[in-house]
């Protein structure tokens, strides 16, 4: 938790940024605090709810204590009053006077502001309380309220960035302990388990479900029982959420043995090409529409000398053909989500009125943050390069992007896999740079060195 100045200044700002009504936010736990509700107040225990009276600038934090049998089974914890304090709310109230705090609120016809539910037992207690049936609460939450939580939280505070940091130290642990461990023989299964084991250890939990798998072709490949073999790549994509909430997200892919091939190094090059420059180009005022459309040019000429695709780069780009190769765009926002603020609906989070998701089109309607990067933004640079043989074979039959792609050559490399490389971006005053101390070996030679050294 961050000091009580925060919160309370937090609060503080949300109340300019919106006009009149109640808002309502409600957080959960033991799972996971809902990541708005710990932005505005800090506090990771379940059966707590958030009021904040826009018109009188009231503050209500709205949970039960706990009886002597919670305190048998869990210990004793804070009284509500004692948490209120901690974060600088001014007032609380039992679970029992939320219902009358709302019909209050609904008879006088004011607004009730409350954020897109995910949650079924919050969809329920809506239900309870405003009577709106779970199917319509998406379009009934405040998009008052979520512009003005996505305009706050895009922008990280300091503290928030020291924060990203600590997520990224451990972070490296991670990805480092992947590196050590690997070679053929153990199970996928077995070097994620130990790299989960670092995030556990120094942090709060996973940042999200760990990938470790050699079908790198495979978006959201989870580790299996496979063992890891000699020639193959492996990708590992993983991160960690600190104590505090905060997370971490990169990517890398090494070869098993320690030694890439010359085949892997051409691939390997070109996404290592698309990662750096996407950090020559991601500053203040620039669309990161505009970034992932310039590493798809770079990507598309790069794969044009491999003799993969063909024709004019700005045409294929526009068709889409570079697609078969990065389906995905190339990158969110990240913080105290891992795709930040997800839950709040990535049009609202990656996109304005100036700059629309292309939904139309396979890979680009993936691209969840499009708009103009600010200081203080935090996104992932992501492009990969993967080789997905049903893909090939769809394409191939229909005939999609023809004039654009090398059919014959793709076959070739059916049996490829794919290959990812993912770094942290905050948006400085003048451009950007990674988040972390110690850069994840990525150059195909310190990640040979890495693994060599390791085995020693
Ligand atoms: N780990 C999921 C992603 O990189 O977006
Ligand atoms: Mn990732
Ligand atoms: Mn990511």
Known sequence: MFDKATYVGRRAKLRELMKDGIIILFGYYPFRQDSSFLYYFGLNRDGLVGVIDLDNGTETLVGDDIDIEDIVWYGSVDSVKDMAER????????????????????????????????????????????????????????????????????????????????????????????????????????????????????????????????????????????ELESGRLVLCDCGAETINNYCSDNTRTFPVNGKFTERQLEIYSIVE?????????????????????????????????????????????????????????????MGMDVHDMEALDQIYVGFDEETRPNLEQFGTNCLRMGRRLQEGFVVTDEPGIYFIPDLIDDWRASGHCKDFLCFDKLDEYKDFGGIRLEDDILITADGCRFLGKDTIPIRPKDVEEFMAQARG
């Not at 405003?130 to 939280?153: C, D, F, N, W, Y």
């Not at 590196?179 to 023989?185: A, F, S, Y």
């Not at 620039?286 to 695709?309: P, W």
């Open 273 to 333: 090409a698309c990662h750096d420059h996407a950090l020559d180009v991601a500053k203040p005022g620039v669309k990161y529409m505009d970034v992932h459309l310039s590493v798809c040019r770079l990507m598309t000429e790069r794969l044009k000398e491999l003799g993969l695709m063909k024709g004019d780069v700005d045409e294929a780009v526009a068709a889409g053909a570079h697609a078969m190769f990065l389906p995905h765009g190339l990158g969110h926002m």
């Open 87 to 226: 974060v600088g709310v001014a007032n609380t109230a039992p679970m029992k006077s939320l219902k009358s705090i709302c019909n209050e609120a609904m008879r006088q016809k004011r607004r009730i502001h409350f954020l897109p539910p995910y949650r079924h037992d919050t969809k329920i207690q809506i239900f309870d309380l405003l009577g709106i049936h779970p199917v319509q609460q998406k379009e009934a939450a405040s998009i008052e309220l979520i512009r003005a939580v996505v305009k706050m939280r895009s922008t990280k505070e300091q503290q928030e960035i020291e924060e990203l940091e600590r997520a990224a130290v451990i972070g490296y642990k991670m990805h480092t302990t992947a590196m050590r461990l690997t070679k053929p023989g153990l199970t996928e299964k077995f070097v994620a388990g130990q790299v989960d084991s670092i995030a556990l250890s120094y942090g709060a939990m996973t940042s999200f479900a760990t990938i470790f798998s050699q079908h790198g072709e495979i978006m959201h490949g989870n580790p299996s029982m496979a």
